[in-house]
């Protein structure tokens, strides 16, 4: 409503990826979003700029002039626009609006969700590393917080903040970031308090073919030291062994065990950013395929060896948590630069040896350490200003995806739910929040994000009701701190809310969370009115938001809510209401006969599940 | 003498080849017990083969209701359970190996198969156990009763009263003004396949009736399976009709299922859902059988559900065994799983259930299903579009209704499809169909999590108990035939085991969705493979936490919680007694309390 308005165009249809329907409506395009409004009354939804892919004008029809648009998070809305000029007029404009130059233009620095300084002040207070690292234990009498990088002048794509081991002075530091590539030398990123146990990240050293450093040696020695429980130190190298090799033709490479005392080395072949790139598009132009045969998905599937690379990097996890939480032993992880697969090992390690991560504030403060803290390039990687298509790659969704899968296999470890997962891959993208802008600390700070943007951490907080797994258990995390996850292969699926979340056909017919919100809902009013009740005078007015809310009953008994609404008529789920009745029919008809799946229009129990409704606003 | 664990539980089938804790089998467990179980051997120095841990050396017991091995040398201690009635073949493997061991063989109806291994040098007992297995596994082909008959356990309900086919008739409102219910099958003379009590239309005379059986396969006339509560439109089911190369045409059955859409006042059509391909209905003819033809029946529409056979479904079956079993091979997993064409199977016969449910509901058309006799595609068509169109069928005694009624009254086979104590493992009849069926289920509640009241351990022990021929529920292939072996006075209904721990059975997610029709997606994207019934006994495919434990906290959290609301309700109710009449001026509030301000 506040979006400044550029012109719209009236009775524009939007087709339905997987279906023949249609709805008609106006698009309106603003500085920020693309907005379609249905001619019949209903929430608008809209596009955001920045979530936009690509644009691609297609050949003239019949109908009209049609226009496809695929969004960063896995929409894809396709338009018929009865004017070519209108088409486009609405394809220029947005090529222009899309590719922003300067961070500036970016929605967050525009975004007011009608907060003070104050709040927002607060908003990115929420979340502390300092607090984080002490809450692990650190610093101690092994580890040390340095203040080499006070001002990024050992390495600027590091935090200020850093922890090494307290044998490890500032020559053996700067000696080893010389070492290493673009100065990212190891430091500590979690700490497992019961074995004294390291878990340390880098880059590749700047080895090639025999090159050495003494004080990298002295630094793996010193992490070795700080551990007494292990003699030696693993060192996980990400990559696959081929790619390390090529690496040492341009100087760079691996360690050499015969250099370093006291490593043991070992390689865990995860595939790089550009296959990962190539793998997820394969996928998706499988499941994009709208007359999907069930041999054509499986294979298609197993093709484009998408799941395979989860598993990858889920089993490199799982070697790292394994090494520490069983053998005790310290780990230093890199692949190339340190700052992809490597934030995925360490963060997915930390997240199965440590519950305080699988709940929805300590997943918070994982995501802050080991990829916005540490340098996951998402600018370049999420492609928010206009830059090199060949740094994009979607390093941090397959992260998301592989805790996904975990979620999947340990129903009762995680506080959060899919939709907390969506909702920050949401907002990665969205640029609405400065978190994820940028590619480091340093450059954060340059754009005075804290001071100019709001935070999305804050704003999930205050949300986070929406968010909660209803099947988490507390104490499960005290039986089962370390999780050991199965890797076989049907432990690994298709993520659908994911590829899918906009492709309402493809929906659940039934979403849990939304049962239970109101079920909780429903059970907190009664709470309510009883007090308002137990107030005498108060019973005629509103019971009093500002008590004490009784513990909120995580599956209240569906009583009231439940029967009210469904005794009584009878209700289809999963087909279309009563005035397209006929319409959805006659589909259903044409959808049989090709053998592609039934396309139904979806009940209104599914339609706005947390997190989209909020994510088109 | 027998394991004690058979005393106070029944023995889950389900808990075979799991670990158990020592302390709840010490070695000597083997106490004196009911007469039922009567140990048949005991055999020390036995070598399980397992597929996962390696051989395991322990002692077998075999009762006349299963084999159980326990291992001692690992801690836990293991131990293997495993009822007799799901073993479908026992072979010798190889003959006399140079190290002396003779192995054999288990091959199971229930995913997996099984290895034990003896030394030569104990011939006369490894031959003993081999016999005892060919005897006990198979009690049919040698002349001996099932357990069922002998299982004493007693029950505080009892299960064979869930179904009463009036009563359920009556709940859907029959017999009405289209509807009777005809005694012209009570001694099973029109139909044999058939229950006794039938629901047909009310201007058809039992004379005509038999005409319209004898132009149906086995006599299996159409009859009412389902009545829409306000349009009157009804799923109905029967056989294919008898028309043969030549076309034969029955005057009686036409003016049938004329009365059938006449039934319906709110559509003048019908449809008729063949479930085969119609390359197999057109092939049906060769043998007298087919399908109608839409000039002899007017207004009818028929349409094909292209739904394979149970030969075609027992392949599938048998090559989805041999790619989850024992060991998945990791790069090829989909590849392997696409060419059991098992998901592909599962979809059409939820696309043909969903196109049923859709013409019922929506159409407001009445339909009638068939495949060739009717008892087998039929039942699943029939059965999951009811899942789908009536809430009832979701509560767990809905469902004992549904299958009690869909399946076992309407002579689904299930001696002849799952062999019960038959060694004939080859024979043609057998066939996983309702194994299907209720993946169909698990599939839709995979969909609605909050639509049905029983839980995933519900339809696995519904398929456990399919083989373990613990209770009668599954023996037979008629109504006819139980009431002539009178299972209910024999045996053990498996509803009564069930009905009587429903905590364990129970979906904590469960809201009364009663008047919700269920149109599930059958997308490709949405099916899955039922891992936890294909695939459970990888134990790296266990759950990694007992999600039964997890959901029997959050049930017996609800129930505290329901409480808590009703004292909660009660007292507002006084409250607002008490604070109205203090307001004398408004005593005709009849709100409910709790709404009142909010």
Not at chain 1, 524 to 543: D, I
Not at chain 2, 60 to 79: I, W
Not at chain 2, 568 to 574: F, H, I, K, M, P
Request: hydrophobic residues 35%; aromatic residues 10%.
């Amino acid at each position: 409503e506040e979006h400044e308005r550029y012109f719209n165009v009236e009775q524009v249809r939007l087709l339905d990826r997987f279906s023949s329907k249609s709805t008609s409506g106006t698009l309106y395009l603003t500085a920020t979003h693309l907005i379609f409004v249905e001619s019949s009354p209903s929430s608008p939804s809209s596009v955001l700029h920045h979530h936009i892919a690509s644009v691609e004008k297609l050949s003239l029809t019949t109908t009209g002039c049609p226009l496809v648009i695929q969004c960063r998070n896995f929409r894809v809305v396709h338009f018929v626009l009865q004017r070519e000029r209108d088409c486009h007029d609405i394809y220029s404009s947005l090529l222009r609006l899309l590719r922003p130059v300067a961070y500036e233009e970016l929605y967050a620095f525009s975004y007011n969700p009608k907060q003070n300084d104050q709040q927002r002040e607060e908003g990115w207070q929420l979340i502390d590393l300092g607090a984080e690292y002490e809450r692990m234990g650190v610093p101690c009498d092994q580890w040390q917080l340095t203040d080499v990088n006070r001002d990024f002048k050992v390495c600027e794509t590091y935090p200020r903040d850093l922890y090494v081991p307290i044998t490890a002075n500032k020559p053996i530091i700067v000696g080893s970031s010389k070492f290493r590539s673009k100065g990212r030398f190891p430091v500590l990123t979690y700490f497992y308090q019961e074995k004294k146990a390291a878990v340390c990240r880098c880059s590749q050293p700047l080895s090639g073919f025999s090159a050495r450093c003494l004080e990298d040696e002295s630094m793996l020695q010193a992490i070795s030291k700080a551990n007494h429980n292990s003699r030696f130190v693993y060192v996980m190298d990400t990559r696959p062994k081929l790619n390390a090799l090529a690496n040492r033709a341009a100087g760079k490479g691996y360690e050499n065990e015969d250099n370093y005392s006291n490593i043991r080395f070992q390689f865990v072949g995860i595939e790089n950013i550009h296959v990962m790139r190539a793998s997820l598009q394969k996928l998706l132009e499988v499941i994009g395929n709208r007359s999907l045969s069930m041999s054509d998905y499986l294979m298609g599937i197993e093709g484009c060896g998408w799941l395979r690379h989860v598993k990858a990097v889920v089993d490199a996890a799982i070697f790292l948590t394994k090494a520490v939480t069983v053998e005790g032993a310290s780990v230093l992880v890199h692949c190339s630069d340190g700052w992809d697969r490597t934030a995925q090992v360490c963060s997915l390690g930390a997240l199965l040896m440590d519950p305080y991560y699988r709940t929805i504030k300590g997943f918070m403060v994982l995501i802050e350490k080991d990829w916005i803290s540490f340098g996951h390039k998402f600018a370049d990687r999420c492609d928010q200003l206009d830059g090199d298509p060949k740094e994009v790659s979607p390093v941090f969704t397959q992260f998301l995806e592989c805790v996904w899968q975990l979620t999947e296999q340990f129903p009762q470890a995680f506080e959060f739910s899919e939709w907390f997962l969506l909702q920050i891959h949401e907002h990665v993208h969205s640029c609405q929040y400065g978190n994820f802008l940028g590619n480091n600390q340093r450059q954060r700070e340059e754009l005075q994000l804290r001071e100019k943007t709001h935070s999305l951490w804050a704003f999930l907080m205050e949300e986070q009701q929406n968010y909660q797994n209803p099947f988490y258990s507390s104490v499960y995390g005290k039986t089962h701190p370390v999780l050991e996850p199965s890797t076989l292969p049907y432990h690994f699926k298709f993520w659908r809310n994911m590829y899918h979340q906009f492709d309402r056909s493809m929906h659940p017919r039934q979403s849990i969370l939304k049962t239970i919100h109101t079920l909780k809902e429903t059970s907190l009013k009664s709470a309510q009115t009883l007090r308002a009740l137990e107030n005498p005078g108060a019973a005629a007015t509103l019971p009093d938001q500002r008590q004490p809310r009784p513990p909120a009953p995580q599956l209240p008994h569906p009583g009231e809510e439940a029967t009210e609404s469904t005794d009584t008529d009878r209700t289809v789920e999963g087909s279309s209401g009563t005035d397209s009745r006929k319409q959805s029919y006659g589909e259903l008809e044409g959808s049989y006969e090709d053998g592609d799946e039934m396309t139904k229009e979806e009940p209104a129990v599914v339609s706005l599940e947390f997190g989209m409704a909020r994510m088109t606003c | 003498r027998s394991d004690r664990s058979a005393q106070t539980k029944p023995p889950s089938a389900m808990s075979s080849d799991s670990v158990s804790t020592s302390a709840e089998l010490s070695p000597d467990d083997d106490v004196t017990m009911t007469s039922c179980w009567s140990h048949l051997l005991t055999a020390k120095e036995v070598m399980y083969i397992c597929p996962f841990r390696g051989p395991l050396r322990g002692t077998v017991n075999v009762t006349n209701y299963r084999l159980f091995f326990r291992c001692m040398d690992q801690e836990p201690v293991f131990v293997l359970d495993l009822p007799l009635g799901v073993v479908s073949r026992v072979e010798k493997i190889g003959g006399a190996s140079s190290r002396g061991d003779v192995s054999y063989g288990l091959v199971c109806k229930d995913m997996r198969n099984l290895r034990f291994a003896h030394k030569q040098s104990e011939d006369a007992l490894k031959k003993s156990i081999f016999e005892v297995l060919m005897k006990y596994a198979f009690p049919v082909s040698n002349g001996l009763p099932i357990f069922a008959f002998e299982y004493g356990q007693v029950f505080p309900e009892n299960g064979w009263k869930v179904y009463d086919a009036i009563a359920e008739y009556k709940r859907q409102g029959i017999p009405n003004e289209s509807w009777r219910v005809t005694k012209a099958n009570d001694h099973y003379e029109l139909c044999d396949t058939y229950p006794s009590s039938l629901a047909v239309p009310v201007n058809i005379p039992d004379e005509d009736i038999r005409r319209v059986a004898a132009f149906r396969a086995k006599g299996r006339i159409p009859v009412l399976s389902w009545i829409h509560p306000e349009s009157q439109a009804t799923v109905t089911r029967c056989s294919q009709p008898m028309v043969g190369v030549n076309g034969k045409r029955s005057k009686e059955d036409e003016k049938y299922l004329q009365a059938i859409m006449d039934a319906n006042a709110q559509s003048h059509k019908l449809f008729i859902f063949d479930a085969r391909p119609s390359v197999n209905a057109a092939a049906n003819k060769m043998k007298g059988g087919g399908y109608e033809s839409e000039d002899a029946y007017q207004n009818a529409e028929l349409v094909f559900l292209d739904i394979h056979n149970i030969h075609v479904m027992r392949e599938s079956l048998r090559k989805l065994k041999e790619v989850v079993y024992p060991n998945i091979e990791e790069p090829h997993w989909l590849s392997n799983l696409e060419s059991t064409h098992w998901l592909e199977h599962i979809k059409l016969i939820m696309a043909g259930a969903l196109r049923i449910a859709d013409k019922v509901e929506s159409g407001k058309t009445s339909v009638v299903v068939h495949c060739s006799d009717g008892w087998d595609r039929t039942a699943q068509l029939t059965s999951l579009s009811m899942l789908m169109l009536d809430g009832f069928y979701r509560t767990t005694r809905g469902f004992q209704v549904l299958l009690e009624k869909e399946w076992l009254s309407f002579g689904h086979r299930f001696q002849l499809r799952i062999g019960h104590g038959d060694k004939n493992h080859t024979d043609a009849d057998r066939s996983p169909v309702f194994v299907q069926f209720i993946d169909c289920v698990w599939q839709m509640t995979r969909q609605f999590p909050a639509a049905f009241e029983f839980n995933e351990n519900f339809l696995v022990t519904m398929l456990d108990h399919l083989y373990s021929g613990l209770f009668g529920t599954f023996l037979c292939n008629s109504e006819q035939q139980r009431v002539k072996e009178e299972l209910p006075k024999r045996s053990m209904s498996l509803w009564s085991f069930i009905n009587s721990q429903l905590e364990d059975f129970s979906n904590p997610l469960y809201v009364n969705y009663s008047n919700h029709v269920l149109f599930p997606v059958v997308s490709l994207r949405h099916l899955e493979l039922w891992v936890g019934y294909y695939v459970r006994w990888n134990p790296r495919m266990r759950p990694q936490e007992p999600v039964h434990q997890r959901y029997k906290e959050l049930l017996a959290r609800r129930a505290e919680l329901q409480r808590r609301v009703e004292e909660l309700q009660r007292e507002v109710t006084n409250r607002s007694a008490s604070s109205s009449s203090e307001r004398a001026g408004s005593p005709t509030r009849s709100i409910t309390p709790v709404q009142t301000f909010v």
